[in-house]
C-alpha cells in the first residue's frame, strides 16, 4: 500500500503531536504573568517609575476592558457594558492614573508606541477618546513618527469615532474578524458579516490610517479548515498589511463563560494544526511573510522588516517592531515592562477605579526580574521572533555558566532528532517543520514551566 503525501504528512503530524504538542505559555513576556506576585506593590512600581532612564523612549498601553457583548471564545481582560457614562467614568480614571504615573517619573519622557488593547477601544466615545490622548500628550512628549494603535470591533464602529481616532494620530487598526462562516460565528456569539468588516477597513483608510491588520482564529468550535480558507479568501481581496492567526486557546478554568463553548464541537490537535498549516500555505501563497508563532506580514510592512533586520520583538500585545524597554500600562488589568521587572494593575475593575480615585497606583503583583530571569527571557524571545538562537553569546553577554543550559541542551537532541529544531554548534534553528511546536521549544529554556499551577493553552 502507498501512502498519499498528505496522509503521510497527517501521520507524522499525529505522531509529532503526541510527543510535543502539550501545553506551554504564549510567551509574550519571560517570566510568564502567571507567576506575578504580590511582592511587587504600588510603592515598588513608583521607585521603579522614578528610575527610569530619563532619554529613553518607553511605549504605553491602554487597557479598556469593555465590550458590547462577550465572544464566548474571548480570552481577554473584557465585560460587555450598555452604559457610556460606565466607559467614559473609567476613561476619566486613566487620564487620573496618567497623571499619578507622571508624578513620580524622573522627566517628561518620549513615547515611540501608544497601543490601545481590550476589551475594545472603539467602546469610547469620540471625546472619551480625545480626553484620553490628549492626556497622553500632556504626560509624554509622543513621537512625531510614534506608533499609535488601536484594537477594533468592527461591529461597533462609527464614522465619528474613526475621525476623532484619526485625529489622534492612529497610524494602525486592529480589526478582529475570527473566521466568517456563519455557523462558526453562531458557535461562538459573534455575528459579524465580511461587509461590516470591509465597511470598517475602507473607513480607516479613508481617514488616513495608513496599516491594517485583521485577527483571525482557528480551532473555534464548529470550525473546520475549508471554513478557515473561505474566511482568507474574502479577507485577502481587503489587502491587510498584516494578519494575525491565532488558535483558539479554550481556558475554561481561566475564563468561565468560554463553558458557554460546545466542547464537542472543537477540533482536535491534529485538525488544529491542518487548520493552522493550511492557512500558512495560503498566506505565504499570497505573499505574506510568516513571522513567529502566529503572525503574518507583507514583505514591506514594518513587522516583516523587522524580522528581516533582526528587530523584531515580542510584549504583551504579541509581535512588535517597537524597540523601547519600558511599557508602561494603564487600565484596569494592564500589564507594563521596566527595567526592573513586571507590573499588573488589579484586574477587577472595581478594585482598580478604587485604587486610582483614592489617588493611588493601582499596582496588584508583578516581578522582578534576576539576572537568570534576563538571560532566559533573552533566549525565549530570540526564538519567538527569529526562530534560532545563539546560545553561547547569550550565555557570554549574560556571564552565566554553561552547566545552567545542560537540561535544555540534552532535551533538544529529541527535538533535532524529529526534525523540529536543527542544532548547529551552539545556533539553535526552529525548522518550518517545528514552527507549531515553538512554544514547546521555548518551554525547554524556562525555569519556572508549570510552576504556577496554572494550566496554559494547548501549543498547537
Ligand atoms: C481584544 S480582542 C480584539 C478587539 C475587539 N474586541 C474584537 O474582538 O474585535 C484581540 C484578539 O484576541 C483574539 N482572541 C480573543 N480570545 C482568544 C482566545 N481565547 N484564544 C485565542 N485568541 C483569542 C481574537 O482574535 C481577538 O480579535
Ligand atoms: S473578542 Fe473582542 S469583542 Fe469579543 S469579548 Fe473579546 S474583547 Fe470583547
Given at each position: 500500500m502507498t501512502l498519499t503525501c498528505a496522509t503521510a504528512r497527517r501521520l507524522r503530524h499525529l505522531s509529532l503531536l503526541q510527543r510535543y504538542g502539550g501545553r506551554a505559555p504564549r510567551y509574550t513576556s519571560y517570566p510568564t504573568a502567571a507567576q506575578f506576585t504580590p511582592a511587587v506593590d504600588a510603592d515598588l512600581y513608583a521607585t521603579w517609575l522614578s528610575a527610569l532612564p530619563v532619554r529613553k523612549?518607553?511605549?504605553?498601553?491602554?487597557?479598556?476592558?469593555?465590550?458590547?457583548?462577550?465572544?464566548?471564545?474571548?480570552?481577554?481582560?473584557?465585560?460587555?457594558?450598555?452604559?457610556?457614562?460606565?466607559?467614559?467614568?473609567?476613561?476619566?480614571?486613566?487620564?487620573?492614573?496618567?497623571?499619578?504615573?507622571?508624578?513620580?517619573?524622573?522627566?517628561?519622557?518620549?513615547?515611540?508606541?501608544?497601543?490601545?488593547?481590550?476589551?475594545?477601544?472603539?467602546?469610547?466615545?469620540?471625546?472619551?477618546?480625545?480626553?484620553?490622548?490628549?492626556?497622553?500628550?500632556?504626560?509624554?512628549?509622543?513621537?512625531?513618527?510614534?506608533?499609535?494603535?488601536?484594537?477594533?470591533?468592527?461591529?461597533?464602529?462609527?464614522?465619528?469615532?474613526?475621525?476623532?481616532?484619526?485625529?489622534?494620530?492612529?497610524?494602525?487598526?486592529?480589526?478582529?474578524?475570527?473566521?466568517?462562516?456563519?455557523?462558526?460565528?453562531?458557535?461562538?456569539?459573534?455575528?459579524?458579516?465580511?461587509?461590516?468588516?470591509?465597511?470598517?477597513?475602507?473607513?480607516?483608510?479613508?481617514?488616513?490610517?495608513?496599516?491594517?491588520?485583521?485577527?483571525?482564529?482557528?480551532?473555534?468550535?464548529?470550525?473546520?479548515?475549508?471554513?478557515?480558507?473561505?474566511?482568507?479568501?474574502?479577507?485577502?481581496?481587503?489587502?491587510?498589511?498584516?494578519?494575525?492567526?491565532?488558535?483558539?486557546?479554550?481556558?475554561?478554568?481561566?475564563?468561565?463563560?468560554?463553558?458557554?463553548?460546545?466542547?464537542?464541537?472543537?477540533?482536535?490537535?491534529?485538525?488544529?494544526?491542518?487548520?493552522?498549516?493550511?492557512?500558512?500555505?495560503?498566506?505565504?501563497?499570497?505573499?505574506?511573510?510568516?513571522?513567529?508563532?502566529?503572525?503574518?506580514?507583507?514583505?514591506?510592512?514594518?513587522?516583516?522588516?523587522?524580522?528581516?533586520?533582526?528587530?523584531?520583538?515580542?510584549?504583551?500585545?504579541?509581535?512588535?517592531d517597537d524597540q523601547a524597554q519600558t511599557l508602561l500600562g494603564f487600565g484596569a488589568s494592564a500589564i507594563g515592562r521596566l527595567p526592573q521587572g513586571y507590573v499588573q494593575n488589579f484586574a477587577d475593575e472595581l478594585t482598580w477605579r478604587k485604587r486610582i480615585a483614592a489617588g493611588e497606583l493601582a499596582t496588584a503583583r508583578g516581578l522582578a526580574l534576576t539576572d537568570e530571569d534576563r538571560f532566559r527571557a533573552e533566549i525565549i524571545e530570540r526564538l519567538m521572533c527569529a526562530l534560532s538562537v545563539d546560545l553561547e553569546g547569550v550565555r557570554r553577554r549574560h556571564g552565566r555558566d554553561a552547566s545552567e543550559l545542560a537540561g535544555a541542551r540534552a532535551a533538544l537532541a529529541g527535538f533535532e532528532a524529529d526534525g523540529l529544531v536543527a542544532l548547529d554548534g551552539p545556533t539553535v534553528a526552529v525548522t518550518e517543520l517545528g514552527r507549531p511546536f515553538l512554544r514547546s521549544v521555548c518551554a525547554l529554556f524556562d525555569a519556572g514551566a508549570g510552576a504556577s499551577g496554572l494550566r496554559p493553552s494547548q501549543v498547537v
Open positions: 523612549p518607553v511605549s504605553v498601553y491602554v487597557h479598556i476592558p469593555f465590550c458590547a457583548r462577550l465572544c464566548w471564545y474571548c480570552g481577554c481582560s473584557a465585560r460587555a457594558v450598555h452604559r457610556p457614562a460606565t466607559v467614559s467614568d473609567y476613561v476619566r480614571l486613566v487620564t487620573q492614573e496618567v497623571g499619578l504615573a507622571e508624578a513620580r517619573l524622573p522627566a517628561r519622557l518620549a513615547v515611540s508606541a501608544i497601543h490601545l488593547g481590550g476589551g475594545t477601544p472603539n467602546m469610547t466615545s469620540p471625546e472619551d477618546l480625545e480626553t484620553l490622548f490628549a492626556a497622553l500628550r500632556r504626560a509624554f512628549a509622543v513621537a512625531p513618527g510614534a506608533e499609535i494603535a488601536a484594537e477594533i470591533d468592527p461591529t461597533q464602529l462609527g464614522e465619528a469615532w474613526v475621525r476623532a481616532a484619526a485625529g489622534c494620530g492612529l497610524t494602525r487598526a486592529s480589526l478582529g474578524v475570527q473566521d466568517l462562516s456563519p455557523e462558526v460565528q453562531a458557535a461562538v456569539n459573534r455575528i459579524e458579516p465580511f461587509e461590516t468588516v470591509a465597511r470598517a477597513a475602507a473607513l480607516l483608510r479613508d481617514a488616513g490610517v495608513a496599516s491594517l491588520n485583521l485577527d483571525l482564529m482557528y480551532g473555534l468550535p464548529k470550525q473546520r479548515a475549508h471554513h478557515l480558507l473561505a474566511t482568507l479568501e474574502r479577507v485577502l481581496t481587503l489587502e491587510p498589511d498584516r494578519l494575525a492567526l491565532f488558535g483558539y486557546a479554550h481556558v475554561p478554568w481561566m475564563r468561565p463563560h468560554q463553558k458557554l463553548i460546545d466542547e464537542a464541537a472543537l477540533a482536535g490537535p491534529a485538525e488544529r494544526l491542518e487548520q493552522s498549516e493550511a492557512a500558512a500555505e495560503r498566506l505565504t501563497g499570497a505573499g505574506y511573510v510568516r513571522i513567529g508563532l502566529d503572525h503574518y506580514a507583507r514583505p514591506d510592512d514594518s513587522l516583516a522588516r523587522a524580522l528581516a533586520a533582526g528587530r523584531l520583538r515580542r510584549n504583551f500585545q504579541g509581535y512588535t
